[in-house]
C-alpha cells in the first residue's frame, strides 16, 4: 500500500525539530546497548535504517565500521552530516525511504534501526527491506519500544489529540511484540529478543514539556496544530502524564523496550 502523502508530512514533522537534542538527552543508553550487541564492527559495512541524527550510526563508525546512515527527514540528515564532520567521523548520509531502501540487495553485513524503522506506516514493507539489504549471514540490530510501559503510555496519550491515522497504517507499537516480528522478520533471519528499560529521569515535568515541544517533532506539531481550549488540554494532560511518574523529588518514567538480534539466513 502507498502512504506517500502521509510519509510526506511525517518527515516535514520529525524534521521540524532538533531531535538530536532528545536524542543525546534520552536515545544514549539505548544506542549504547544496541552497538554494544553487535560488536565486533571493526571493517563491518553498517547501515542504519531510519537514523535520525545519527546516534548509532556515530557509536558504529567510531567502533571502526563502515557506516551509511539513511532518514526520509532531510533537515536530520544535514544535521547528522554536521555532527559527523564535527567529531571527524567519516559516516555516509542518505535521504531515503524505510520502505524503498536505495542500495543492493545483500550490501550490507550489519542492519540496525533504533526507534526508527518502526515508524514506515507499511510495516511488511519496512521489513521487508532490513531483510533486503542485509547479505546472508549478516547481523540485524533493532530497537523498538515495548507495546506496554511508559513510551506506549505517553503515545497513547497522544493519540487522544490527535486525529485517527488512514486506514491501513500500522501501529509503532505492534513492532514492540516478539510474535509479530517473528511473522515480518522470522523467515529472513534467526531471531533472538531481550527487553531493556532506559526510565528518563528528569527534575521536573516543566523541563520534559519544553523539551519535547521544542525538540521532538511529533510533538512540536502536535501543539502547533491545536488551538484555543484543546490546546491548553492538551498542555495540562501532558504534565499531568510526566507528573504521574514523580518519584520524590525527581520524574522517573520507564521506558521499556524490545531489542532484537537477527542472524540473516
Ligand atoms: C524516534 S526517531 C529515532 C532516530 C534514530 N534512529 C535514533 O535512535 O536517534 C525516529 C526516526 O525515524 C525516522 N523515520 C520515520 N519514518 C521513516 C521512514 N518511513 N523512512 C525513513 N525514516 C523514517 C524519522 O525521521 C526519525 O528520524
Not at 173 to 177: H, I, N, P, Y
Given at each position: 500500500m502507498a502512504f506517500e502523502e502521509l510519509k510526506r508530512k511525517q518527515s516535514a514533522m520529525w524534521g521540524s525539530a532538533p531531535f538530536e537534542r532528545v536524542a543525546d538527552r534520552l536515545l544514549g543508553d539505548i544506542h549504547d546497548d544496541l552497538v554494544s550487541r553487535l560488536?565486533?564492527?571493526?571493517?563491518a559495512v553498517l547501515a542504519d535504517v531510519?537514523?535520525?541524527?545519527g546516534g548509532i550510526a556515530e557509536r558504529a563508525a567510531a567502533r571502526g565500521a563502515r557506516v551509511t546512515g539513511c532518514d526520509f527527514a532531510p533537515a536530520l540528515i544535514e544535521t547528522a552530516r554536521g555532527r559527523a564532520a564535527e567529531r571527524g567521523l567519516d559516516i555516509e548520509y542518505d535521504v531515503a525511504d524505510a520502505e524503498a531502501l536505495p542500495y543492493e540487495d545483500g550490501s550490507f553485513d550489519v542492519v540496525t534501526s533504533a526507534v526508527g524503522h518502526?515508524?514506515?506506516?507499511?510495516q511488511p514493507r519496512a521489513a521487508a527491506e532490513l531483510a533486503r539489504i542485509c547479505k546472508p549471514g549478516g547481523r540485524l540490530g533493532l530497537v523498538c519500544w515495548a507495546q506496554e510501559g511508559g513510551v506506549a503510555d505517553m503515545f497513547r496519550m497522544l493519540a487522544e489529540f490527535q486525529p485517527p491515522p488512514p486506514e491501513g497504517v500500522g501501529s509503532p507499537?505492534?513492532?514492540?511484540?516478539r510474535d509479530y516480528q517473528q511473522q515480518l522478520l522470522g523467515d529472513a533471519f534467526e531471531l533472538e529478543f531481550e527487553e531493556g528499560n532506559s526510565p528518563d529521569e528528569q527534575e521536573s515535568s516543566e523541563e520534559m514539556w519544553t523539551l519535547m515541544t521544542t525538540s521532538f517533532g511529533p510533538m512540536k506539531t502536535l501543539y502547533a496544530s491545536l488551538e484555543g481550549e484543546r490546546r491548553d488540554q492538551f498542555r495540562s494532560r501532558v504534565l499531568e502524564f510526566f507528573e504521574s511518574h514523580r518519584d520524590g523529588d525527581t520524574i522517573r518514567q520507564p521506558r521499556e523496550y524490545l531489542l532484537t538480534i537477527g542472524t540473516r539466513r
Open positions: 560488536v565486533p564492527l571493526e571493517g531510519a537514523c535520525g541524527t518502526m515508524f514506515a506506516p507499511d507499537l505492534a513492532w514492540g511484540a
